[in-house]
């Protein structure tokens, strides 16, 4: 008879994709808000975001996504008063974390990104 092996966290491998990134990821910790498309019109969820970079994020989200679903990102940085949506598309996810990359974000968006994370993580000092 063979053994199978339960999945649960501790046998699942983790990945550092660290080396392969366009961008690195800062340990933040971010309030924002979601926009899902659902069968009777979008449908809004708060969510927390965490390890942001220009091109991504992790987002710990309790809905069910799927890999490749498009959503909206709604940002909006600790002590700044504009509000930044992004659309996103799910590329991984394990259990209710979710790692999205940001649809062709402009330069412009890229830069506002850039500067709040770098006061986030100089607040943090």
């Known amino acids: ?9 501790e046998n699942i491998h983790m990945t550092d994709y660290s080396a392969i990134r366009r961008w690195p990821r ?8 979601v926009c899902i498309a659902a069968p ?4 809004y969820r708060l969510a927390n975001g965490r390890d942001v970079s220009q091109g991504g994020m992790a987002i710990y ?7 490749g679903d498009t959503i909206g990102v709604e940002l909006l940085f600790p002590g700044s008063q504009e509000q930044m ?5 799910v590329k991984n996810r394990l259990g209710f974390k979710y790692g999205v990359e940001f649809i062709s974000p402009s330069l412009e968006q890229q830069e506002v990104i850039l ?3 770098k006061k986030l993580l100089a607040s943090q000092i």
């Open 115 to 117: 500067l709040n994370l």
């Open 26 to 33: 800062c340990p933040v910790n971010l309030g924002l808000r």
């Open 61 to 67: 989200l309790p809905a069910e996504l799927e890999l």
């Open 1 to 9: 008879m063979k053994r199978i092996t339960p999945v649960g966290p």
């Open 40 to 43: 009777f019109g979008n449908e």
């Open 85 to 89: 949506t992004l659309s996103a598309v």
